[in-house]
Nanobody, 120 residues
Framework: QGQLVESGGGLVQAGGSLRLSCSAS????????MGWVRQAPGKEREFVAV????????RYAESVKGRFTISRDNRANMMYLQMNNLKPEDPAVYYC?????????????WGQGTQVTVSS
């Protein structure tokens, strides 16, 4: 399945922005829908966003619509999550993953995660 490595997490004040990156190995990267899930302490892992392999179709969780933007660069084997106007409910470990389709809420393979912390 290759490897997925997330980066870009950190501490940001409420209303601020972060860009998360996901580096994927494997020559079949462009064949997969790719997306993000997150898990806050004491909470279940939840869907955030997913983009199909061409980058043409995107789906977001209602809680992040208008604030987060998912994108991918297949040639570079990279996926990104631009997070703007971060809210108190956004802190979590964010995981990138491979999806069977953009209509799935859970990936079948994911990385180690990157921590996002929001201060106020």
């Amino acid at each position: 399945q290759g490897q997925l490595v997330e980066s870009g997490g950190g501490l940001v004040q409420a209303g601020g922005s972060l860009r998360l990156s996901c580096s994927a190995s494997g020559r079949t990267f462009s064949s997969y829908a790719m997306g993000w899930v997150r898990q806050a302490p004491g909470k279940e892992r939840e869907f955030v966003a997913v983009v199909e392999w061409t980058g043409g179709s995107i789906r977001y969780a209602e809680s992040v619509k208008g604030r987060f933007t998912i994108s991918r660069d297949n040639r570079a084997n990279m996926m990104y999550l631009q997070m703007n106007n971060l809210k108190p409910e956004d802190p979590a470990v964010y995981y990138c993953g491979k999806y069977s389709s953009i209509w799935d809420n859970a990936p079948w393979y994911w990385g180690q995660g990157t921590q996002v912390t929001v201060s106020s």
